[in-house]
């Protein structure tokens, strides 16, 4: 009778070491809906604040192009008297980029990223920033009171982006001195 207790609990000694790991026995269907679970969660977390801080970056990229606009125009109305009225006259004081690529309006930086950005033309009023991201317009425009003012915007460009992301617009008016740079939060952030 010991003899075979001790066979007994040898073999039980055995079988102890030749379970298998964790790992190996695979989960069960209540794990694997609680993983799918944890994973969605933390996916819906995480991605809202990702997604906004990107807008955020790409946002920067529109607010130093129109600040420099702006800043250049103020230098073209303190030398020559009046508002530029293009590009051409804007880039005696800083150059301007823009993406050239084909469908830039519709798919914005997806198409803009595989091209070379050249130089915005003289006579450009619209065009798309290097990264294509944004559509810039610049205008000149009359306020009541005011007189001619100087209005630069740029808008989100490209797909998903263009409803997601942010404006800024910038304004300056020669009579008043006054210069606004206004960054628009994101509609669904």
Known sequence: MKLNNKLIKKNLRKKKFERKSFFEQGFTFLEFIIVVSLLGLTA???VP???TSLNKSRQKEASLIVNSMLKSSQSYYG???FLPKDIGQLSKFANFQKCIANQAEEKGN???RNSLPTKVEKQDEIFFSPSGNYKVE???GEIENEGSMFLVK???NGGLFAEEGSAVIGCYSPISGI???KEYSSKKA
């Open 44 to 46: 819906r977390l995480i």
């Open 49 to 51: 604040p990702l997604k």
């Open 79 to 81: 030398i020559y008297g």
């Open 110 to 112: 997806i198409v803009c």
């Open 138 to 140: 610049l205008r000149i």
């Open 154 to 156: 740029a808008n989100p």
């Open 179 to 181: 210069s606004l740079l």
